[in-house]
């Protein structure tokens, strides 16, 4: 499959396989895809988006350890180790004495880019072909091939469709709601009335589950029974450079978090991407951060030509270019001048959308940098043990449980 020829890749460069395919494609914008000619070799690309793997390069289908075999390393060559630090003529990095380590990042950025760009050359294939087959405007998909948001841009921008859906859930987890709206709809022929206009599907905690886990644990907090001052007191101190981790309402469905378990940060500060992915999420810095944005204003700052008001943005599922206007306005969330935003309506989920727009009236930029409330490794944060967890082992300054504020000591 497109996935499993991707998920190989994935291990060559040094990540976990069904974990680590969105960090190729955080690696790809650094390398061009020079290598599309040996990647002949591994795979037959047919104008209808069908395709044949060489199997002789791959060991995924007998091997539950590795992907792929010795012919492919004799090919590409040395797996790149998953620890490895990675910089390149493209990552802005000092190269001074490390040359020939940046070369051969640059090398591996660049079949990053190769396998990438094959993907997503393959998809608007099969896309292509089936508008051409059955005449329809509307296309929905699901996978795990589904979540390459970069992909997904090319679609919808690119593609005859007019309409685009993707499951939030759309790897092997959304299987299980597949399975029972199948068995719903098609086997019990119920009536389709139910149109998933959001994301926000998991558990939730109430305010008095919150407060409990507080004060059980003697842990200091500030209590909000006013709506408008919390918002007023969050987005002050995103204002003032503090990172955010809000943990709010039923959990996200599906990989991405998408303002109910979110870390939030100022987006116009260009350091605010490092600080957040060394000292807070303690993941590779190449990897980039998601806008969040107002979904009245995103076409102010991205180039969403007809993904505009679309599903994908909701679920943070595609990726457009940033106006180049507004590139220095927020680079913590300009990736190589593109960006995987989330686009938000107040109806979804108020909270989210007021912290968003009370910054935007405070700053001039209605667009928040957005991830995952998680450390690398870890699964996103659920509870609010786990929630305070993540805060107190990383440099997060301020929680945010319901309506409950807990802030870190200061050193006076």
């Not at 012919?71 to 590409?76: A, E, G, I």
């Not at 089936?130 to 992909?151: F, I």
């Not at 593109?338 to 108020?350: A, H, K």
Request: hydrophobic fraction near 40%.
């Amino acid at each position: 499959s497109l996935g499993l020829l991707y998920s190989a890749f994935t291990a060559w460069l040094g990540f976990q396989v069904n974990e680590g395919e969105y960090k190729v494609m955080g690696m790809a914008p650094y390398g061009r895809p020079l290598y599309m000619d040996r990647l002949e070799k591994l795979v037959d690309s047919y104008p209808d988006g069908s395709f044949r793997l060489n199997m002789d390069y791959f060991s995924y289908h007998y091997s539950p350890e590795r992907t792929y075999n010795d012919k492919f390393v004799r090919l590409w060559g040395k797996p790149r180790t998953h620890d490895a630090e990675f910089f390149c003529e493209t990552t802005g990095h000092d190269l001074t004495g490390r040359e020939e380590q940046a070369k051969t990042n640059q090398y591996y950025a660049d079949v990053a880019a190769t396998i990438q760009r094959f993907t997503e050359e393959n998809l608007l294939k099969m896309v292509n072909h089936l508008h051409q087959e059955t005449g329809l405007d509307r296309l929905v998909m699901a996978g795990g091939v589904g979540l390459n948001s970069v992909a997904n841009g090319r679609i919808m921008r690119e593609s005859p469709f007019t309409g685009v859906y993707i499951q939030p859930a759309a790897g092997d987890a959304g299987g299980a709601l597949g399975a029972a709206l199948y068995a719903y709809h098609v086997l019990l022929n119920q009536p389709r009335r139910f149109v998933m206009e959001h994301a926000y599907y998991g558990q939730s905690y109430s305010e008095s589950e919150c407060r409990e886990f507080l004060t059980a644990n003697n842990i200091p907090f500030e209590y909000f029974d006013d709506e408008a001052a919390l918002v007023d007191a969050v987005s002050d101190a995103l204002v003032d450079g503090q990172v955010i981790g809000l943990f709010q309402g039923r959990f996200e469905w599906g990989p991405r978090a998408l303002g109910n378990r979110s870390i939030m940060a100022d987006p116009r500060r260009a350091e605010m991407k490092e600080i957040v992915n060394v000292k807070i999420k303690f993941r590779e810095p190449f990897r980039p951060f998601a806008p969040v944005i107002l979904e009245e204003r995103a076409a102010d700052y991205f180039d969403l030509q007809q993904a505009d008001g679309q599903y994908p943005p909701r679920f943070m599922l595609m990726v457009s270019d940033v106006l180049e206007s507004r590139q220095g306005e927020i680079p913590a969330v300009s990736h190589m001048g593109t960006g995987r935003l989330q686009t938000v309506r107040r109806e979804w989920n108020p909270r989210y959308y007021d912290i968003i727009h009370a910054f935007g009236e405070k700053t001039g930029t209605p667009v928040l940098m957005n991830t995952s409330f998680n450390l690398r490794g870890e699964p996103i944060v659920t509870t609010p043990a786990n929630a305070f967890h993540t805060f107190s082992v990383s440099d997060i300054d301020v929680l945010v449980l319901e309506r409950f504020i807990v802030r870190k000591p200061t050193a006076d």
